[in-house]
Nanobody, 126 residues
C-alpha cells in the first residue's frame, strides 16, 4: 500500500502564496507519477498539475504561470507552489499517485490515479 500525506494548506488573501507538500510512504518503489487534484464541495474533482514518469510536467490552463509542481530531494516528496492565488483557487487539494503515466490529459487526472491523500484545504479570501 501507498500512503500519501498532504500539508501546507491554509487561508490566504487574494494575491498571496502557499506551498503544498505531499510525502509518499509505504510501498513506493514503483511510484513514478504524481500530481495534484482539487475539489470544491459540490463540484467534480479537477486536475491541477502532474509530473509524469519521464519528468514531463503539465498544468491546468487555469493555473499555468501561477502554480509550480516539483519533486523534493527524493521522488517520494511532491510540492505545489501556488502564487497569485485567487478566490477561484479555493478548494480541497489532493495529492495523488500511480506507478506510471505518459502524456495524460489534465482533464483525466481525477480518474487515473490509484492512490490518494486525505486532502488539504486552501481558502483564498479577503
Amino acid at each position: 500500500q501507498v500512503h500519501l500525506a498532504e500539508s501546507g494548506g491554509g487561508s490566504v488573501q487574494p494575491g498571496g502564496s502557499l506551498r503544498l507538500s505531499c510525502e509518499a510512504s509505504g510501498y513506493t518503489q514503483n511510484i513514478y507519477c504524481m500530481g495534484w487534484v482539487r475539489q470544491v464541495p459540490g463540484k467534480e474533482r479537477e486536475g491541477v498539475a502532474i509530473i509524469e514518469t519521464d519528468g514531463h510536467i503539465n498544468y491546468a490552463d487555469t493555473v499555468k504561470g501561477r502554480f509550480t509542481i516539483s519533486k523534493g530531494a527524493t521522488k517520494d516528496i511532491l510540492y505545489l507552489q501556488m502564487n497569485n492565488l485567487t478566490p477561484e483557487d479555493t478548494a480541497i487539494y489532493y495529492c495523488a499517485a500511480k506507478p506510471y503515466c505518459y502524456r495524460e490529459r489534465i482533464e483525466s487526472l481525477p480518474r487515473i490515479f490509484g492512490y490518494w491523500g486525505q486532502g488539504t484545504q486552501v481558502t483564498v479570501s479577503s
